[in-house]
Structures are given as structure tokens and as C-alpha cells.
């Protein structure tokens, strides 16, 4: 977060006051001293490494079926266009 608390973040500042976060970024872009701290690092869970493993496969199985997808779909508009003579 800028100025004075490294502690805060923009969204939970923006929330506190009740307006809209692009708000406060104006709000800081016009006003602030352009002074920034550093951020504050989040902790990544801990997640369990057979959650992880199960995350990739699904997600490789998930891009290998969206590129089929993406190939049944080109095909049925090739097909289509060849029976409109």
C-alpha cells in the first residue's frame, strides 16, 4: 500500500471507507506523496502435495480438452460451408 502503512492494502482501505478501490486509486495518484512501502508478503497455504499434483493433471486434461474442443468446432464450420453449394 503507499504513504504510511505497509499493513493495509488497498483493497481492505477502500472497503474501510466505503468507496469503490479505482476511487482510492485516484484518490492516492492525485493527492498521495507518491511514496510507497513495501508490501507485505501473503503466506501461501500450505496445500497438500497430492492436491497439487491432482490440480496439474486436472488442468493439463482440461487444456487437452479444450484444444479438441477448439478442433471439433473448426471442423464442424469446414463441414458446414462445404454442404452450402
Known sequence: MYENNPDV?????????GINRGTLRYWIDQ???GKKTTPVAVEKPDVDPTV???I???RKENARLR???DILVKAAKYFAEETNW
Request: hydrophobic fraction near 25%; proline fraction near 0%.
Open 31 to 33: 493527492f498521495g506523496t
Open 67 to 69: 484444444e479438441e474442443r
Open 52 to 54: 497439487e499434483k491432482e
Open 9 to 17: 492494502s488497498m483493497n481492505q482501505v477502500s472497503k474501510d471507507l
Open 56 to 58: 496439474r493433471r486436472l
